[in-house]
């Protein structure tokens, strides 16, 4: 009975795969470009455990093994970078998930379609400005000689310009705060269409029982978009330990470096700037490792606690 059921479903699949080539012929470039351009660069891996020469190639340079990870691991500098890179991370992490969801909520409940869409449209939009421009943007809006601190000193709140850029103790909020205004709308999109996919019925039935929109809200809304903040959560897990490169390069300086540095500038400034290749790539290999693990054990957390996961 087993080489029967073998045979039948090798049949099947044989059926299936003739009766759909053309959809697989399709699939076809787009598979070889993710092998090319995802697949191909980890053949660069392979640098972190060599003493990396660009004129002998990875093949032709000195074999050093696990020499840059324990470089890596016994830096002076490690636990600021780590330190910088969680806090940025965290920040990151709670209000691209948080502020996203509270904006769909809100915009869920407007009853005028013009004013949905216009809100949409206005939300949206700065995610496809690049974050060269906004970063610059509120460079000069917070300024020395930025509206907000004109707008400061006619009130008499300051007499002299607050230097919003060089205070250490803001830099974390002040790049998350950009962060999330550039991406909240874009966020929001997928909440959004999670909402549009729930039937209106339960609403209808809820509001037939006395219940208010807040407690429909609780009740209905947020239990169906419950799959969906969970498989963001787990997806968006991978980046703890790659806090965002362009606003920490971007919005950092000097007098900030201290709490700005995070392991994705540091990669730049130790590969691009200093040509320690190697020793890059091993952190990079680092902080992928750490990525994916953090992935699986989000995910193996989420299936116990709640049963959604990836996989």
């Not at 869920?108 to 700065?126: D, G």
């Not at 500038?265 to 320690?276: P, Q, R, V």
Request: net charge positive; charged share 15%; aromatic share 16%.
């Amino acid at each position: 009975m087993g080489k029967k059921t073998a045979a039948k479903n090798r049949g099947d699949l044989r059926s299936k795969l003739i009766n759909q080539r053309y959809l697989f012929l399709i699939a076809v470039p787009c598979l070889i470009y993710i092998i090319i351009f995802f697949y191909g660069p980890l053949y660069g891996w392979l640098m972190a455990f060599f003493k990396y020469k660009p004129s002998k190639g990875i093949w032709g340079s000195e074999y050093v093994g696990l020499y840059y990870f324990r470089q890596f691991f016994t830096d002076p500098d490690l636990g600021k970078i780590v330190r910088n890179t969680l806090a940025m991370s965290s920040l990151n992490l709670i209000a691209i998930n948080l502020f996203p969801l509270l904006l769909a909520l809100m915009i869920n409940e407007v009853s005028s379609r013009i004013f949905k869409r216009t809100i949409q449209t206005l939300t949206y939009l700065p995610h496809f400005v690049s974050f060269v421009v906004v970063s610059n943007i509120f460079l000069e809006l917070l300024g020395t000689n930025g509206p907000v601190n004109e707008l400061l000193r006619n009130m008499g709140v300051v007499e002299t310009a607050y230097k919003f850029w060089q205070q250490p103790s803001l830099f974390w909020l002040l790049a998350t705060f950009v962060r999330v205004w550039k991406e909240v709308g874009w966020g929001a999109i997928i909440y959004l269409a999670t909402l549009a996919g729930i039937d209106q019925v339960q609403y209808e039935a809820a509001a037939i029982d006395g219940c208010g929109r807040i407690r429909r809200i609780f009740y209905i809304t947020l239990p169906n978009l419950l799959p969906t903040v969970m498989i963001l959560w787990i997806t968006n897990m991978s980046g703890l330990f790659s806090a965002s490169f362009d606003a920490s390069y971007m919005l950092g300086n000097a007098t900030t470096a201290n709490v700005a540095e995070v392991i994705e500038t540091y990669i730049y400034k130790m590969g691009l700037s200093m040509g320690m290749y190697s020793y890059s790539t091993a952190v990079s290999l680092i902080q992928t490792v750490l990525g994916f693990a953090l992935v699986w054990l989000t995910n193996k957390l989420a299936q116990k606690t709640t049963d959604y996961s990836l996989w």
